[in-house]
């Protein structure tokens, strides 16, 4: 990537982030000299050597950060058999038949179906009997079990059964994965492709949650072109020794990178999700007689999770804490307390109303991802009923003072943060009115839960940019339509991106 740091956007409408923000009613400049906003105000003068591009009267804010991707899962997803829409596991068993009859000598990868709605567990027999000997490997579109046939079982050194690899085994297993499938589409080309296209909404930066990645797998990318947007490397349990003994801390660069390219948090997945039933609640599911764990499950035990909070806090590293259930959310909060740690629970799916106070005491982020209220809405009905009040608890949060982080879990959901700012505005994906909407955002507050904690616009400011097309703020009063607002929010268009004074699209 060329090393120009400078550049200088004319007639730019600046974006107020915060109420009571004091921006100028008319197109200002902003010159980003070395990486950093040096000015901001009416016809400033070039520098020597500083490019030059006019906004035309657009809407300039900080670029937009994505705080939760599996980004190698993401990349390929686009390759991968798409599962969304099936509503059975015989949806899913005719699209595999089909993919095998037209590619017979080819393992089949499918992501994205949702079983936790089927009136049935699947088996392996019955996806056996469509893919004969060929390997058949299908992600739930939550990423926490997977339903494989015999075929991929035995490829991937698992224990033969016939039901499906959840939670701990399949993401142990899922680093095995390209032992069937190949790496090429993890290349660093295809890495490039996807955060082009990452750089085109606006996105400047990304924290990185991919299990198969590493320290040297990020060096070999940045030199080979993967060098587009910030990113934030994150840690599991696994390699976290590893780290340690490369002395990296939270913030720290990445060998092999500049300083867009850093060391992330350590990972915790402590309990399952909602779709596996493996979340971790205070009460049952609605269909517990199913279930070997009525009230899902910890994947750690307190001890075991307070005792990696503990050895990342005293390494100097965050801890970025997946807790789904409400258990699990009150046990995450209770380790950070005792501990001392620093970072988020990731999620923070289904909360009690003290613990989102003890969030906030402790200063511990909610880094969520609102375009999952839109897949879950009817499941949480069917299997937490009576809880969905406090689900996806975004003005709670807010009101009592806890830091915002948006994000996707892409390929959970799409890597489109315009997605994830217009569910949290507008809980709702069809006509249907929007799902409990005392927990709504503004478009204000989504957006600057959108950011990374940057400011309005203003001099020392990062030169992380977006320039928008249209007023991401406007429409929207105390009453108004959410549908529409929230239709204007995923439609938005970026007309440039620019990180650390670079530009890494262009649509002007």
Known sequence: MTGVTSLLIRDARLVPLAEGDAVPDHPVDVLVLDGTVSAVGPALDRPDGVEEVSAGGRWLAPGLWDQHVHLAQWTLASQRLDLAAARSPEDVTR?????????????????????????????????????????????????????????????????????????????????????????????????????????????????????????????????????VLRIRMATYADTLEDVIELGLRTGDPLPGCDDRATMGPLKIISDGSLNTRTAWCCQPYADAHRLEYPCGQANLDGGELRGLLARAHGAGLEVATHAIGDAAVAEALAAYGETGARGSVEHAQLVNRDDVRRMAELGIRGSIQPAHLLDDRDLTEKIWPGRAERCFAFRWMLDDGVELALGSDAPVSPLDPWLAIAAAVHRSADDREPWHAEQTMTPREALAASVDGQPTVGVGSRGDLVLLDRDPLAGFDPGADTAAVGEALRTMTVALTVVGGRVVHSAL
């Open 95 to 227: 699209q595999v038949a089909e993919r095998v009859a037209e590619y017979p000598d080819l393992p089949v990868i499918g992501w994205g179906h949702r079983s936790g709605g089927w009136d049935r567990d699947v088996t392996v027999s019955e996806l056996d009997a469509v893919s004969g000997d060929t390997a058949v490997v299908l992600i739930s579109g939550d990423g926490h079990h997977a339903w494989l046939n015999t075929t991929a079982l035995m490829h991937l050194a698992m224990p033969v059964r016939d039901s499906v690899v959840r939670e701990a085994e399949w993401f142990a297993a899922y680093a095995r994965l390209s032992t069937l499938v190949g790496d090429d589409g993890t290349s660093p080309e295809a890495y490039r492709r996807t955060l082009d296209h990452a750089a085109s909404m606006g996105i400047v930066g990304i924290v990185d949650f991919e299990f198969s990645g590493g320290v040297k797998e990020w060096a070999a990318r940045w030199a080979a072109g993967a060098d």
